[in-house]
């Protein structure tokens, strides 16, 4: 757990605005705009621009509050691994203590801003996403057990349905598949970074899987995530929200990444070190753009259905 006494304690050096703004992770918070935006977007009920603008704004707040619970509370492991030493809490830009109370107040502020702007459901959901993420993944999974990244990927995966309950106030195949879409994505996308971040977990004795496990047991997971990932990209494609474009998107995306996942698995560790994990930071590259095509695809197609084109 993190030393919350010394960080409350600890006096911000020359705090600015982007030290405060860094807490809210904003790569991660892209990531849930994004997705809880296509969400919204492709739902079968539309939404008022001003509404769904607003209701983006609070899923966006309410992502980057997790980000500061989870930076509040991992701040001890932060300082001990180089990717994210120079963060603000480890850094001494901003307090632990700074980082919980606006963590705890961006938490308050999404969720009751999201049920008055749209619905109490969609606002429910939104906290239940960040406790989610504040303390079943950051203070429990992701220090006991290497299954942290699977089970712990369902907070990234809720925000497309998120936005799907602002048009709509509930739950439904589509937004389903949407959430295992990006909750399968999780483990290979992240293992295939572990794969050449791996002294940084060990140093800070967090149980990932290359940790717990080994490379090679985990190239072997990175393989069977990538074959496991296929059909749920294709089964959305045989939804509503489906069509010819997202379809032939889809196909492309999981030949070319399930294809990564096997030049992984089969590389030698004594490769992999030879050419500097150049396979396993391509896969990881590719992984970001996985994501993005395919939601961007179900953008593309629900636009091209609007207009009564490209459907099945």
Do not use: C
Request: aromatic share 14%; proline share 5%; charged share 15%.
């Amino acid at each position: 757990m993190s030393d919350f006494t010394a960080n409350s304690d600890a006096t911000p050096q020359e705090a600015r605005f982007g030290d405060y703004f860094a807490l809210l992770k904003p790569r991660v918070m892209s990531l849930v705009v994004f997705t809880a935006f296509v969400g919204l977007m492709v739902a079968p009920a539309g939404v008022p621009p001003v509404e769904a603008f607003t209701a983006i704004l609070f899923i966006a707040l309410g992502g980057g509050a997790s980000g500061a619970l989870n930076m509040w509370y991992d701040s001890d492991i932060d300082r001990v691994m180089k990717r994210t030493a120079g963060r603000p809490i480890p850094s001494g830009r901003v307090s632990g203590g700074e980082a919980l109370s606006l963590g705890l107040w961006l938490s308050g502020i999404s969720v009751v801003m999201l049920g008055l702007a749209a619905n109490w459901f969609a606002a429910g959901f939104l906290a239940f996403t960040i406790f989610f993420y504040a303390v079943i993944y950051t203070m429990w999974l992701k220090r006991w057990t290497p299954q942290n990244i699977v089970i712990g990927g369902a907070a990234g995966a809720f925000p497309p349905m998120i936005g799907w309950a602002v048009a709509t106030g509930g739950i439904s195949i589509e937004s389903v598949l949407m959430f295992a879409l990006v909750f399968m994505w999780t483990p290979p996308h992240f293992w295939a970074l572990a794969l050449f971040m791996k002294s940084d977990y060990d140093e800070a004795k967090v149980p990932m899987l290359t940790v717990t496990h080994g490379r090679p047991h985990t190239r072997k997971m990175i393989f069977a995530y990538t074959i496991l990932l296929a059909p749920v990209a294709i089964a959305t494609g045989l939804t509503a929200i489906g069509g010819p474009v997202y379809m032939a998107a889809a196909v492309v995306l999981n030949v070319i990444f399930v294809k990564g996942g096997f030049d992984i698995w089969r590389r030698s560790e004594e490769q992999a070190v030879a050419d500097d994990y150049k396979t396993e930071k391509k896969v990881f590259r590719f992984s970001l753009l996985y994501l993005f095509l395919h939601f961007g695809a179900l953008l593309v197609q629900a636009g091209l259905g609007a207009y009564g084109l490209g459907g099945w």
